[in-house]
């Protein structure tokens, strides 16, 4: 599929003109980054799934410091875009927690905190998917690969981005035929046993404070510091996460 | 050191009872889960350190989904004990983030978290503390261990406990002499570029959100399900993260 594809065939499977070029940024943006795994091989995976194109989220609470959304039958990316969109319009005096609940697929974490790190925001982001991960004894899956991505903001407008499966290869991998289901395993060879750690963790907190088995937590807050020049000027030119 | 020979020594250290009775309670849970790097070791290693035992943790800001602390010269351990104990006190309705400055050292981050659930919150908790990992491709070191620790409450009564150190070792296995400072590295070996990913992401987010470079953050907040069960059922009796 050509880049210039994109937006017609999320058209052509019910999208609105908005919807199809909020997916369609989400997945092209993966293609830019070499994320296969999350761009356009996606849509014909979107159109296995079944669809409610129509389907708006809903925000269901909001308080100063938390607020609760329910995906309501609408994909994943267009829940987190929504509440991307209203922090924001509305960002935090300090910081707020966000969960969202039937928010699923959320594809690239990494997209929706460096859009909140853009704005000036530190943001942090789980979510959920069904499981995927044995223990590292063996076994069924147990958990989700369960990314974390956190976006830190820069003044040199370069943030901070990172976005990390705690999987050894990406679900998204394995769906593109870039990756062996084998090795939808917790990453790290001998020390496997920490991102299992990380993964049952993450995939519990996500659930219990959805309530759902699809769902997202996002924490994001103002920052009082500028922590990522120095680290870059220490770096010395190596890259760091987030960097092309 | 014996078990019984902990308060005393504190006590020598110029700490009061009640201070000196939360450090001793962290030290003993350290040695009782194996944690040696955590646990009495740490106590002549405070007295390397310039110590101000009459210093008390301050509350600088507090709002609904919101709390800003300061360790004011007393020992992270100290700091952290008195946010938790505020948390319990006032639990939030929905979530709250709590930051903390100057707050080192924090020790074993699983011991906060796990207070936290067992008082039926789940908890995420990160603390910065000295760079000591270099980049995957080798230099200065750049990041610090930096944990990530998670608590999620559990109905049968055995919480989820996941503590995650980004390093291949704990820096406290190498001040016990329980580990090699060359193993001071992010763990993953292949795949240790995502570890090192964690540790960027978590350390400038905690150092952004405190504006300090020893800051800690915590995210706390009730849960709207109880998943740990079954989890607990479906991995048939393999070890999950917080079991003896």
Same mark, same amino acid.
């Given at each position: $599929?050509?880049?210039e594809?994109?937006?017609?065939?999320?058209?052509?499977?019910?999208?609105?003109?908005?919807?199809?070029?909020?997916?369609?940024?989400?997945?092209?943006?993966?293609?830019?980054r070499?994320?296969?795994?999350?761009?356009?091989?996606?849509?014909?995976?979107?159109?296995?799934?079944?669809? %409610?194109?129509?389907?708006?989220?809903?925000?269901?609470?909001?308080?100063?410091?938390?607020?609760?959304?329910?995906? &309501?039958?609408?994909?994943?990316?267009?829940?987190?875009?929504?509440?991307?969109?209203?922090?924001?319009?509305?960002?935090? %005096?300090?910081?707020?927690?966000?969960?969202?609940?039937?928010?699923?697929?959320?594809? $690239?974490?990494?997209?929706?905190?460096?859009?909140?790190?853009?704005?000036?925001?530190?943001?942090?982001?789980?979510?959920?998917s069904?499981?995927?991960?044995?223990?590292?004894?063996? #076994?069924?899956?147990?958990?989700?690969?369960?990314?974390?991505?956190?976006?830190?903001? =820069?003044?040199?407008?370069?943030?901070?981005?990172s976005?990390?499966? $705690?999987?050894?290869?990406?679900?998204?991998?394995?769906?593109?035929?870039?990756?062996s289901?084998? &090795?939808?395993?917790?990453?790290?060879?001998?020390?496997?046993?920490?991102?299992?750690?990380?993964?049952?963790?993450?995939?519990?907190?996500?659930?219990?404070? =959805? #309530?759902?088995?699809?769902?997202?937590?996002?924490?994001?807050?103002?920052?009082?510091?500028?922590?990522?020049?120095?680290?870059?000027?220490?770096?010395?030119?190596?890259?760091?996460?987030?960097?092309?």
């Amino acid at each position: $599929m050509l880049p210039e594809e994109a937006q017609p065939a999320l058209r052509a499977l019910g999208f609105g003109e908005e919807d199809a070029a909020t997916l369609a940024d989400h997945f092209l943006d993966a293609e830019r980054r070499g994320k296969l795994g999350h761009g356009l091989s996606r849509i014909p995976w979107l159109a296995t799934l079944e669809l %409610e194109p129509e389907a708006r989220p809903r925000r269901l609470e909001a308080s100063a410091g938390y607020e609760l959304w329910d995906g &309501n039958g609408a994909l994943g990316y267009l829940t987190l875009a929504a509440i991307c969109d209203a922090v924001r319009a509305d960002p935090p %005096e300090r910081a707020r927690v966000v969960v969202a609940r039937r928010c699923f697929p959320t594809g $690239m974490l990494g997209y929706w905190v460096r859009g909140l790190a853009e704005a000036g925001l530190v943001a942090l982001l789980t979510a959920t998917s069904p499981a995927r991960l044995p223990h590292p004894e063996g #076994g069924e899956p147990l958990v989700p690969t369960i990314p974390l991505a956190i976006g830190v903001p =820069s003044s040199d407008g370069r943030p901070v981005v990172s976005d990390v499966s $705690m999987s050894k290869v990406t679900y998204g991998d394995v769906l593109a035929g870039l990756a062996s289901p084998a &090795n939808l395993v917790p990453f790290g060879g001998e020390d496997a046993h920490k991102a299992f750690a990380l993964a049952v963790g993450l995939a519990t907190a996500a659930e219990a404070l =959805s #309530g759902d088995a699809q769902g997202a937590l996002l924490v994001v807050a103002r920052p009082d510091g500028d922590p990522v020049p120095a680290l870059r000027a220490r770096a010395a030119g190596r890259r760091l996460p987030g960097d092309r």
